[in-house]
């Protein structure tokens, strides 16, 4: 079965930077875009970026342009996710999803969450 | 940024009596192939949010037939014919039809 596994609660200081992990078991994470989505306490949840299956080409919310890169090790079956110039906006529960089928809209599988704190 | 809005922020249900949450887009959400990428997740509490419904009235693998989801255009609904205890937690609508992907800002469905 389709699961994905995220790295542990990160602390920062600002303008920092953080690399957070998404590792993928049960499918091969080449043959589905991964997509990072991150939570901020009692908000709604905020897409920040892609990258496609296939090729390794990204988008990202304008906003995070310039600060995220979404990556991934075919070898490790495992996405990236780097953030720089951390500020305490940043602090957030950060996850990975994958969609149901390919083309279906919808986030399916979600990693567990990744707490990450930004403060001085 | 199609800017998705839900109402009610919070809907107080009797256990067994059905309840309903609206979705309303800035933009229509059918894309050029006529698809509409509408999907409706639940949250609870220290969980990540577990998909319910697809392209707008498609059930998820393991969702209970108690939901359902309908709409077009602009306006959808997510209904639960009988709410359950476990049915508790915050409801988000979810569009992809155009990036970026964009979230309601969540009701919160909780028991009288």
């Known amino acids: 079965q389709v699961q994905l596994v995220q790295s542990g609660t990160e602390v920062r200081k600002p303008g920092a930077s953080v690399r957070l992990s998404c590792k993928a078991s049960?499918?091969?994470?080449?043959?589905?875009?991964i997509h990072w989505v991150r939570q901020a306490p009692g908000q709604s949840p905020e897409w920040m970026g892609r990258?496609?299956?296939?090729?390794?080409?990204?988008k990202y919310l304008p906003k995070f342009q310039g600060r995220v890169t979404i990556s991934r090790e075919a070898s490790t079956n495992t996405a990236y996710m780097d953030l720089t110039g951390l500020q305490s906006e940043d602090t957030a529960v950060y996850f990975c999803?994958?969609?149901?089928?390919?083309?279906?809209?919808?986030?399916?599988?979600w990693g567990q969450g990744t707490l990450l704190i930004v403060s001085s | 940024d199609i800017v998705m809005t839900q109402t009610p922020f919070s809907s107080p249900v009797t256990l067994g009596q059905p309840a309903s949450i609206s979705c309303r887009s800035s933009?229509?959400?059918?894309?050029?192939?006529?698809?509409?990428?509408l999907s409706w997740l639940q949250q609870r509490p220290g969980q990540p949010p577990r998909l319910l419904m697809y392209?707008?009235?498609k059930r998820f693998s393991g969702v209970p037939d108690r939901f359902s989801g309908s709409g077009a255009g602009t306006d959808f609904t997510l209904k639960i014919s009988r709410v359950e205890a476990e049915d508790v937690g915050v409801y988000f609508c979810?569009?992809?039809?155009?990036?970026?992907?964009?979230f309601g800002q969540g009701t919160r469905l909780e028991i009288k």
């Open positions: 990258i496609n299956a296939g090729t390794t080409n990204t």
């Open positions: 979810m569009q992809a039809t155009q990036f970026p992907i964009t």
């Open positions: 933009q229509s959400l059918v894309d050029s192939d006529g698809d509409t990428s």
């Open positions: 049960g499918y091969t994470i080449t043959t589905y875009p």
């Open positions: 392209k707008v009235s």
């Open positions: 999803a994958r969609g149901y089928i390919m083309n279906s809209g919808a986030f399916a599988y």
